[in-house]
């Protein structure tokens, strides 16, 4: 099999959950680490190379493939995380965050390609089943949104959230290779494509807001309205403008990581209040609530209550004929029972790698029954 050396839509929302190649898995390394666990043991690698997809890595000079982990070799050319970035001495700005492991004040964090850099893309062939929850597609919760799409009648999708949903780290916003689609926009990508659809990108994060405007026929409007740093409280302020005035037919709700000190219970009144106030202006939209990755557990003041958010959701859900659950969260604690957070971290503290944020796509997708 020859492996991608491109962002390929296809191939980056493949599900986890099927077939036995598991395509452009990050892994870091830090400096006192040389082997690193895999979603799924590896029978065979089938290529590995550095984040960008510019370098190939060659197995027997920079890594061997022992018990199912990608092991980097002395000598490697492989990039590494030194433990002085991974654990920073002193304080350094948009470098570091306050961590909690004993002996460690500081954890290495950063924006942009920071921490991207140090990582590399791994692609191979595994024997093994995956046994961690599988999304169930929802489609007759999505029913008023996807019968649109069936008929080919003009669509919009809207995401609303915070920094996750803007597409924080993934390469193509920061602007590096292989510049990968953030999830949303994945999301909307792979439904025009099963449908025969244009995506015509009205607003994108941080644009300044303005109308859509009709084209009629099959035109899939992508309306992406999140704010980095934004909690349930902020989103429950702002509905009206950056959501409710957009008339979707199907939301995509994604708070939560920033709202970690709050209760369940707390959180889910916000949640409750977001949609009644959508509702009330947009009656006939489909809303899909995506519950959150979880923060790096090291991160202090980060690590709070986003592990019990997603069973609100679940059972909020279960009560409304036309809102339905993305279980990110259980996935993503799946994968960490595998991988350390760093490994699929975009900046080792609360943002999705580019495949982490691949993961949020095909969660979203298995749910629209895509």
């Known amino acids: ?39 799924f043991p590896a029978d065979e690698i089938l290529g590995v190379f550095s984040a960008d997809l510019k370098t190939e890595y060659e197995e027997g000079r920079d890594y061997a493939l022992e018990y199912g982990c990608l092991v980097r070799l002395p000598g490697s050319r492989m990039p590494f995380i030194p433990m002085e970035r991974f ?25 942009g390609d920071a921490m991207i850099r140090y990582m590399v893309d791994v692609t191979y062939r595994h024997g093994a089943a995956w046994n961690g929850p599988v999304p169930q597609p929802q489609t007759e ?35 590096v290779s292989p510049f990968a689609r953030p999830f949303p926009e994945m999301t909307a990508e792979a439904l025009a494509e099963k449908y025969g659809y244009r995506v ?49 037919d199907l939301m995509v709700l ?47 003041g980060f690590f709070m209550h986003q592990i019990e958010y997603e069973e609100g959701l679940r059972q909020y859900a279960a009560s409304r004929d036309h809102i339905a659950l993305a279980p990110m969260t259980s996935v993503h604690r799946h994968i960490l029972g595998r991988k350390q957070y760093y490994h699929a971290s ?23 029954g895509v």
């Open 254 to 300: 994604a708070f939560g990581m920033n709202d970690g000190w709050r209760t369940r219970e707390q959180y889910m009144e916000l949640t409750r209040g977001i949609v009644s106030s959508f509702e009330e202006a947009c009656p006939e939209c489909d809303i899909i609530l995506l519950s959150s990755i979880l923060p790096h557990w090291r991160a202090a």
């Open 346 to 368: 975009g900046n080792n503290i609360n943002h999705p790698s580019d495949f982490m944020a691949r993961v949020y796509a095909m969660v979203l997708l298995a749910v629209l």
């Open 1 to 39: 099999m020859e492996v991608s050396r491109q962002y390929d839509l296809k191939e980056y929302i493949r599900p986890l959950w099927e077939g036995d190649i598991v395509s452009h898995e990050s892994v870091l390394f830090r400096e006192d680490e040389h082997a690193a666990r895999l979603v």
């Open 87 to 111: 654990y920073p001495a002193e304080h350094r700005d948009g470098q570091d965050f306050g961590c909690i492991e004993p002996g460690h004040p500081l954890l290495g964090f950063g924006e």
């Open 141 to 175: 919760k999505c029913g008023r949104f996807l019968g649109k799409l069936e008929r080919g009648e003009e669509a919009t999708i809207l995401f609303y959230g915070d920094s996750i949903t803007t597409g924080a780290n993934s390469s193509g916003t920061v602007g």
């Open 200 to 248: 015509s990108a009205d607003v994108r994060p941080y644009e300044e807001l303005k109308p859509v405007e009709s084209c009629g026929g099959r035109v899939l409007h992508y309306v992406n309205t999140a704010v980095g740093g934004m909690d349930s409280r902020w989103g429950l302020d702002n509905v009206g403008p950056r959501a409710a005035a957009y008339k979707p």
